[in-house]
């Protein structure tokens, strides 16, 4: 069984700065690509920010320059440390990862509970 709890979402005005962060526990064999997505009310969750094993990273055009998305292997642990927030930054965010396990034997995909993020003075 394998666990993304994700950390660090609330409340902060414009401008100001959040850090994400999700840890991917359980039976592990190795992660491949870990990321961030997003949903806002009444809209389609996007892809935010992307990191692969290897440290290669992308970003979405809304989000470059603002946020950075880093990774620690060893603590199998993703981060979004998101700076400058706007109120469009407002949404649930949630960490996705393709991770193999002994079970499946193939880069499965899971999924964080999510946790909310909100911009607003």
């Known amino acids: 069984q394998v666990q993304l709890v994700e950390s660090g979402g609330g409340l902060v005005q414009p401008g100001g700065s959040l850090r994400l962060s999700c840890a991917a526990s359980g039976s592990i064999i190795s992660i491949n690509t870990m990321d961030w997505c997003r949903q806002a009310p009444g809209q389609e969750r996007e892809l935010v920010a992307a990191v692969s094993s290897g440290g290669i990273t992308n970003y979405a055009n809304s989000v470059k320059g603002r946020f950075t998305i880093s990774r620690d292997n060893a603590k199998n642990t993703v981060y979004l440390q998101m700076n400058n927030l706007k109120p469009e930054d407002t949404a649930v965010y949630y960490c996705?990862?393709?991770?193999?396990?002994?079970?499946?034997?193939?880069?499965?995909?899971?999924w964080g509970q999510g946790t909310q993020v909100t911009v607003s003075s």
């Open positions: 996705h990862a393709k991770i193999f396990t002994p079970v499946t034997m193939y880069a499965a995909d899971y």
